[in-house]
């Protein structure tokens, strides 16, 4: 077995390290959030074209449901998930609404 480095023992090195990646996944997430709301306002524009609800609540449900089983295999707790994904599902249904009234007026 080898020794750890200095660089692998010290605290700060691996502190430091840790927050690099965090920093770098809470930009891709960002990004990520972007993309998916770029796609949910052309649903949203869509949506409102054709007269239909803002909120789908037979489709929210399935997606609860998959994001718990995948939250689930990603050991992420699934009540976290469920949270995250009505957190954002109520800003798209807000972004609908709002994409609705602007083709009524």
Same mark, same amino acid.
């Given at each position: %077995?080898?020794? @750890?480095?200095?660089?692998?023992?010290?605290?700060?090195?691996?502190?430091?390290?840790?927050?690099?990646?965090? $920093? &770098?996944?809470?930009?891709?997430?960002?990004?990520?959030?972007?993309?998916?709301?770029?796609?949910?306002?052309?649903?949203?524009?869509?949506?409102?074209?054709?007269? %239909? @609800?803002?909120?789908? @609540?037979?489709?929210?449900?399935?997606?609860?449901?998959?994001?718990?089983?995948?939250?689930? $295999?990603? $050991?992420?707790?699934?009540? =976290?998930?469920?949270?995250? =994904? &009505? =957190?954002?599902?109520?800003?798209?249904?807000?972004?609908?609404? &709002?994409?609705?009234?602007?083709?009524?007026?």
């Amino acid at each position: %077995m080898t020794e @750890p480095t200095s660089t692998e023992s010290d605290p700060a090195v691996v502190l430091a390290g840790l927050r690099g990646s965090i $920093d &770098n996944i809470d930009a891709a997430l960002i990004f990520l959030l972007a993309e998916r709301f770029r796609c949910t306002k052309q649903v949203g524009v869509l949506k409102a074209k054709h007269d %239909m @609800p803002a909120s789908d @609540p037979t489709r929210e449900e399935q997606q609860i449901a998959r994001l718990r089983r995948l939250a689930e $295999d990603a $050991d992420l707790d699934p009540a =976290f998930a469920e949270k995250w =994904f &009505n =957190f954002v599902v109520a800003e798209v249904i807000r972004h609908h609404r &709002n994409e609705a009234a602007a083709q009524q007026s």
